[in-house]
């Protein structure tokens, strides 16, 4: 079962390009997030949409737009990134969120690289 | 404070013995819920199992299991007849249940596991 796909799983950009980031999910799920995962420190909520409304962005900067158009998919759009900000990013859905015993499925990442 | 400890860096085990996982989480909230998570090299994080702060039994899930600890607020995972497939990071992580619900599922540090031939 391919539940949650990523696109690309990698990506080598400079500080002054523009990318984005797209997710998908096969599952039916109601709610999508966004997660960042740097070297040596804890996976970190970055956004969360649900039913295509974002509920939730954890003081993320600028530099990071997300789009949802839909519930199955999700975007991260990427311009004028810093060197810090080469990480695993991964996707993830939920059923719907805020409920305690949802699970969030996740993606297979992308290792994003900025030069 | 950290909301979720994983104290353990890098675990070994030889393969077809049991390994334990700890995690110890910090919260004052009634309601919340536990989850761990397989990362294997090829990045994806695997939901493994579930254990909800008011569930009486602890969480089974085929070769894992749940040793929660309520009082001690720890819920270690373990790992029966390992496998040399189980090599990978875990990661305990907290779902506080506090106004409504949380969007926030907050992740520990995790720990790497190496099973042995």
């Known amino acids: 079962e391919t539940g949650v796909t990523q696109t690309p799983r990698h990506l080598v950009m400079g500080m002054t390009n523009k990318k984005s980031l797209k997710c998908e999910q096969h599952?039916?799920?109601?709610?999508m997030y966004w997660y960042k995962q740097s070297a040596k420190k804890p996976l970190e909520l970055m956004f969360v949409?649900?039913?295509?409304?974002?509920?939730e962005n954890n003081s993320v900067p600028s530099r990071f737009s997300p789009e949802c158009p839909n519930s199955s998919h999700l975007f991260l759009h990427l311009h004028t990134l810093q060197p810090e900000d080469s990480a695993l990013y991964l996707c993830?859905?939920?059923?719907?969120?805020?409920?305690?015993?949802?699970?969030?499925?996740f993606g297979p990442g992308t290792r994003l690289t900025v030069l | 404070a950290q909301k979720i400890t994983q104290t353990q860096p890098g675990m070994f085990v030889q393969e077809k013995e049991a390994v334990t996982l700890d995690c110890t989480y910090d919260?004052?909230?009634?309601?919340?819920?536990l989850f761990w998570y397989k990362q294997p090299s090829s990045g994806e994080m695997i939901f493994l199992i579930y254990?909800?702060?008011?569930?009486?039994q602890n969480a089974t899930e085929g070769r894992y299991s749940l040793n929660f600890q309520k009082a001690r607020k720890s819920a270690n995972l373990v790992i029966s007849a390992s496998q040399l497939g189980d090599s990978a990071m875990y990661f305990c992580?907290?779902?506080?249940?506090?106004?409504?619900?949380?969007?926030?599922?907050?992740f520990g540090k995790g720990t790497k596991l190496t099973v042995n031939p």
């Open positions: 993830a859905s939920s059923r719907q969120s805020g409920r305690l015993t949802d699970t969030q499925y």
């Open positions: 599952l039916g799920h109601n709610a």
């Open positions: 949409y649900s039913l295509e409304e974002r509920v």
């Open positions: 919260t004052s909230d009634q309601s919340y819920g």
């Open positions: 254990q909800g702060s008011y569930d009486e």
């Open positions: 992580a907290m779902r506080e249940g506090s106004q409504g619900g949380s969007e926030k599922l907050v």
